[in-house]
């Protein structure tokens, strides 16, 4: 006799009360192993994929790609005695409070929301029948959700029927698919070429859409990108912020780079100049203790922290995220290099975990590496200072009375002025400029 039990949506990381789906790994019918990766979520943190606790068969998938869900509720239904050889049932109390088990190595709990309701997000739903008899009609995989871009929507067509319209000269961003999914077809496109049928004013797929009359895209905002919103206008609005500027001949630090880089001990690291910032960072905060302390309101207090777990703002496609390198301070260079190449392969692939996004207490973002000389960045909230690395430029430079060409580059420091005042501040900011400037000033320190 088959047995159901339905897999919910846990606290993957603490706070959560939603996340969005992704991906599903899995469809109706297929036979799956313990801990086996079924689904892929987007929390307000990362995308996290979510291993299933019972081997079975997955019987139904309760959501669809793109739809937001509440933490408890069912994914999917899964079928844990498809050949009906299992022991006799336990009791109803022992089935529920397995049933309300976490996945290994999450959290669990009850959240309270105001959100409206979803489809398909109810808690209590009745056993589902059993899989239908090999011969019948397979069951169709939920319509995968479009791949977009910064921009937006993107219509979803298979690469002949994209050819086939750039041919015709058929704008895809104006048609409406009829195929599940709302998937354009070689059909659509020829009937619009024909003019047999309007192409569709207002074009919608998941959390996106599309206006043909205005061409305007909207995309809604969830996910990292909201909560990358919320927190910088929680710590605008709460933290006064100070933003100090240094202009840096980093000349000598370019060099030592150069000839590092070619030493056996550095062999196949990839060190960047933002290595030598972070190294830069966790010697000057030990002189300046204020910029890795944390202003607690609620308690009243500056809680002084004995070690740098430095943050590290990575643009990814799916928003800004700040994954730490924890305990940087006691890192050598080239582990920081090592630790920065990681960190930003994971980012870059969207596959940071929560946990490594959490209990930072200094950032740095480089903006450098969009070309960018400066800016005024906006610290992190539990933290009380951001530094921002620019780009290096061949510059004009006044050396020992002479003008020469050196490689410069411009620092910018945003601090919390709650914790950290203008002297210390300055201090910081002087001291990793003078370790970039001169990398052997470090033995002073």
């Known amino acids: 006799m088959p047995e159901y039990k339905q897999f919910p949506l846990s606290d993957t990381a603490e706070g959560l009360t939603e996340a969005d789906i992704l991906a599903w790994h899995v469809k109706p019918g297929d036979a799956v192993t313990v801990n086996q990766i079924v689904v892929e979520v987007e929390t307000a943190k990362a995308a996290v994929e979510l291993p299933i606790p019972w081997a079975g068969v997955i019987t139904e998938l309760l959501v669809e790609v793109g739809q937001t869900v509440e933490v408890g509720a069912p994914l999917l239904t899964l079928d844990v005695d498809p050949d009906g050889k299992a022991a006799p049932a336990a009791a109803p109390e022992a089935a529920a409070e397995e049933e309300m088990k976490p996945l ?3 959290g669990s709990k009850a959240v309270e929301t105001k959100r409206r309701a ?4 109810a808690v209590a739903v009745a056993a589902p029948p059993a899989p239908a008899p090999m011969a019948s009609a397979p069951v169709a995989p939920v319509a995968p959700a479009p791949v977009a871009p910064a921009g937006g929507y993107v219509p979803l067509a298979k690469p002949p029927v994209r050819k086939l319209a750039k041919d015709l000269g058929i704008d895809l961003y104006a048609l ?3 195929a599940d999914g709302g998937v354009i077809t070689r059909e659509d496109v020829e009937r619009a070429a024909n003019g047999s049928a309007p192409a569709a004013a207002v074009a919608s797929t998941g959390d996106t859409s599309y206006d043909a009359a205005t061409r305007e895209r909207r995309v809604s905002i969830k996910g990292v990108r909201k909560a990358t919103a919320a927190a910088m206008v929680q ?3 709460t933290a006064p912020h100070v933003t ?3 202009t840096v001949d980093v000349t000598p630090m370019m060099e030592l780079r150069e000839k590092l880089k070619k030493s056996r001990e550095f062999s196949g690291v990839k060190l960047t100049p933002l290595a030598f910032a972070a190294k830069a960072v966790c010697l000057a905060a030990k002189r300046t203790p204020d910029v890795n302390a944390v202003w607690d309101e609620a308690a009243q207090e500056i809680v002084y922290k004995d070690y740098v777990h430095l943050g590290i703002a990575a643009a990814t496609p799916r928003g800004l995220v700040v994954p730490k390198i924890f305990d940087a301070d006691a890192m050598s260079l080239k582990q920081l290099a090592v630790a920065l190449t990681e960190l930003t392969d994971v980012a870059r692939e969207g596959k940071t975990t929560p946990a490594a996004m959490v209990n930072g207490t200094f950032t740095i973002t480089n903006v450098g590496v969009f070309g960018v000389d400066t800016g005024t960045p906006i610290i992190n909230p539990g933290e009380s200072a951001i530094l921002a690395v620019g780009a290096i430029r ?3 430079w006044v050396v020992d009375g002479e003008i ?4 410069v580059m411009q620092l910018s420091l945003s601090f919390d002025h709650r914790v950290v005042d203008g002297q210390q501040g300055s201090e910081f900011l002087a001291d990793v400029g003078a370790l970039l400037a001169d990398p052997a000033v470090a033995i002073t320190y």
Do not use: H, I, M, N
């Open 404 to 407: 020469k060409v050196r490689k």
């Open 118 to 121: 979803r489809k398909a997000a």
């Open 394 to 396: 061949d510059t004009p």
């Open 235 to 237: 710590s605008a609005y």
């Open 244 to 246: 100090e500027f240094l």
């Open 176 to 178: 409406t698919g009829t």
């Open 104 to 106: 290994v190595g999450y």
